[in-house]
């Protein structure tokens, strides 16, 4: 302001020396205050400059460091998720609770292809439902409470244990034997129980406090088995080779049954407590009138002992088990025997049987550590249940809900829901396998018998027989109102020889409609998708279209210069492909059956063609080990697939969304194929023999296999939904030393 004043009007001719002295050095330090402000900025902005230089070089190295971390962690998860799963299949076999839980835990920790196939390979274990520890020896007996959820346990240790089957939990230990316990009954209100062993005493307990009220004395040898009337009135105890009948009120004896010649194992009322079957070591078994304790009958069969007996709900059959791990069923009435059903291994014992709430199935266990359930209407094997590592011993069905309890050797007792087996077993090798449009139902086809299964419950349907063939493949109509099936014949082949058909089903009576015009071995058939046609491929190198109303003969393709493998039709209708032995495939036009195209690419046999659900790609299986995937528009290859193991029937499936495809490999597993990402998702581990054939449900949520291992498997194929029922189905989690020894957190948080 002081310049600006000098400057104006001359006021500067108007200062006086001093003045102007002042105003120079005024100026002069102004200028100077300026020029160090002008550097204080310039050294600032250099300043800030450099500090955000450092600090972006620092948020860098944060960044680069941060990165690495979670690297390092996910590397880290990623290890701990395959140990883990390692460890689940390890363990599958022997501890299947723990190899659950720890599957589970695996692919929370990394959805790995390790985990997760760790966590789908659960699914034979579907109706497993944990186990009861308690005992320090083997358990010899078991019972359960009318309420359906209290189990009573006596063993090896001289312990009667009660335990909540649904908390998974003991809730009493009751003491009062000196020796091994081996009999024990609850009475049918629930109040009573009473149990027998070694020392030859009948104790009566008081399950409402849980004490001994008496000591019923009369053997004088071990007492083998105990068994209250329905009514409740009488009870039957066995020891030696007398059973007396005792007064339960008065706690006398009625009656002593002699007519055994070696040790009673097994005593049994009726339903209408009219008649008490018993078994012997004499391998016989009899049955007695109880109001007059007179032998009414002797049933023989058996040839080493009969070690289990067991009334059906409605009292019509009794079933009988004994050597040659082989259990007998009579018709109570006429005391014939009307079927014989036999394990696996032919030198062990069957040692307990239960007939279910239902009367549908017969469980029957021993010393082969198999516990088969046995469809009772059809008289077939119906389902192993997994788990036991050492023999069984004792089993009883839950009165009021599914579940099936088990106690032997280990000490554990084996808890299942056999409503829900992922199992189901069968006589020979299972070849094909379908299911119907609804997901209902499930074909199976194995050697000349197609058993159509109930999916809700894994019950048998329908058992469909067709005498002196194989069936090679089995399918459903669109409208789930066929089944149709294509054989050969069996013994294979000789020229001339009937058995080469189309075979109509009726699903619910089982009526046949046989179509014969191939000359050779029929191997594959599909439905067009409107169901007005069937297409069938034969040995005899040709395709024929029938019309699947009339049953007549549309059309015959022929231009493969072998067998006929595989044949199906396009989601749409217009297109049909075939797998040939000649290692080609072919497109056709279904309606005028004009070929279109023929692949080539594979360098052994083409065993099964399949399209996505889309139409717009087809995957071709061979026996070179690779699958090829197919742009069918274009004829052109989009990728191949490496990891495939040739099955004998149908090794490939697409999902219904078309996101998944699922194939055989390494002979027993089955891969599950992500299409989008290109790359494998899961390996099924479970079967024991090669796997035949493969199909996914309609919704997309279960894989059906098959196999040479005579079982067909059903795999929940989705992760989360598999984690959830081994949560419920465990309730609760490992034990503090399980987690320290496999785990570092738990899985099955609340």
């Not at 050597?323 to 014992?349: L, S, Y």
């Not at 072998?562 to 495939?585: I, K, M, R, Y």
Request: charged letters at 20%; one cysteine or more.
């Amino acid at each position: 302001m002081a310049r600006e004043w000098v400057a104006r009007d001359g006021h500067s001719a108007a200062m006086t020396v001093l003045e102007r002295a002042f105003l120079d050095a005024s100026v002069e330090l102004a200028d100077r205050e300026r020029a160090a402000a002008a550097r204080r900025n310039r050294q600032l902005r250099c300043l800030v400059a450099g500090l955000s230089v450092l600090l972006v070089a620092m948020v860098g190295a944060g960044t680069v460091a941060l990165v690495q971390r979670r690297d390092a962690v996910a590397q880290r998860q990623v290890a701990i998720s395959r140990q883990l799963a390692a460890e689940s299949s390890r363990l599958t076999a022997t501890e299947p609770s723990t190899a659950m839980l720890l599957a589970a835990q695996a692919y929370r920790t990394a959805p790995t292809i390790e985990a997760r196939g760790a966590l789908l390979s659960m699914s034979p274990y579907r109706g497993h439902l944990g186990k009861l520890l308690g005992h320090t020896g083997a358990v010899s007996q078991i019972a359960f409470h009318p309420d359906g959820n209290t189990l009573l346990s006596v063993g090896r240790d001289r312990t009667v244990s009660l335990w909540d089957t649904g908390r998974r939990t003991r809730t009493a230990v009751l003491t009062g034997h000196d020796t091994w316990l081996t009999a024990a009954a609850v009475s049918p209100d629930g109040h009573t129980a009473v149990t027998g062993g070694d020392d030859a005493k009948v104790a009566i307990w008081d399950l409402g406090r849980r004490t001994r009220v008496a000591t019923m004395t009369g053997h004088t040898s071990r007492v083998t088995e105990v068994m209250f009337s329905p009514d409740g009135r009488h009870l039957a105890t066995a020891a030696g080779t007398e059973v007396i009948l005792w007064d339960v009120t008065q706690r006398t004896q009625v009656a002593t049954l002699s007519g055994h010649t070696k040790t009673v194992r097994a005593v049994a009322f009726s339903p209408d407590g009219r008649t008490l079957a018993t078994a012997s070591d004499d391998s016989t078994a009899i049955l007695w009138d109880v109001t007059r304790s007179a032998r009414l009958a002797t049933l023989t069969g058996h040839t080493d002992g009969v070690h289990a007996v067991g009334f059906s709900p409605d009292g019509s059959t009794l079933a009988t088990g004994g050597g040659n791990t082989t259990a007998i069923v009579w018709d109570v009435v006429t005391r014939t025997r009307t079927a014989a059903f036999t394990h696996h291994k032919p030198d062990g014992r069957v040692m307990t049987l239960a007939f279910s709430p239902d009367g549908r199935t017969l469980a029957t266990a021993g010393d082969d550590t198999a516990v088969l359930l046995w469809d009772t209407r059809h008289r077939m094997l119906r389902a192993r249940l997994m788990g036991p590592r050492t023999g069984v011993y004792t089993m009883a069905f839950s009165p009021r809900t599914s579940m099936l309890a088990a106690g032997g050797e280990d000490g554990a007792i084996l808890l299942w829901d056999p409503s829900q087996p992922a199992v189901t077993e069968h006589a020979t090798m299972v070849s094909a396998v379908a299911f119907s449009p609804d997901g209902q139902l499930l074909a199976t086809a194995s050697s000349d018998q197609t058993t159509l299964w109930n999916t809700a419950d894994r019950t048998v349907h329908t058992v469909l027989i067709d005498s002196g063939v194989f069936t090679n493949a089995v399918a459903f109509s669109p409208d789930g109102r066929t089944v149709a099936t294509v054989t050969q014949p069996s013994p294979c082949c000789p020229p001339g020889t009937a058995g080469n058909t189309l075979t109509l089903w009726n699903p619910d009576t089982g009526a046949p409609v046989r179509l014969t015009t191939h000359t050779d071995q029929v191997l594959d058939l599909a439905f067009s998708p409107d169901g007005s046609r069937i297409a069938t491929a034969s040995v005899d190198r040709s395709v024929i279209i029938w019309d699947a109303s009339t049953g007549a003969v549309l059309k015959t393709l022929a231009g493969h210069a072998h067998a006929v493998n595989g044949v199906e039709f396009s989601p749409d209708g217009h297109l049909l492909a075939t797998a040939g032995h000649d290692g080609t495939v072919r497109l056709w036009d279904a309606a005028t059956g004009a070929t279109l195209t023929t692949f080539t690419g594979h360098t052994g046999w083409v065993r099964a063609v399949r399209f996505s659900p889309d139409g717009r790609t087809l995957a071709t299986a061979s026996h070179d080990q690779t699958i090829i995937l197919w742009d069918v528009a274009t004829h052109t290859r989009l990728t191949t697939i490496t990891d495939h193991s040739d099955a004998d029937f149908t090794g490939a499936a697409f999902s219904p969304d078309g996101r998944t495809l699922a194939y055989t490999s390494g002979e027993t597993t089955v891969i599950l194929w992500d299409i989008p990402g290109r790359a494998a998702t899961a390996r099924l581990t479970g079967h024991t023999q090669r796997v035949h054939a493969l199909a996914f449900s309609p919704d997309g949520k279960t894989l059906a296999t098959t196999g040479s291992d005579r079982t067909l498997i059903l795999w929940d194929v989705r992760p989360q939904n598999a984690i959830t029922h081994i949560c419920t189905a465990t309730a609760g989690n490992l034990t503090p030393n399980q987690w320290r020894q496999y785990l570092p957190a738990n899985t099955c948080r609340s």
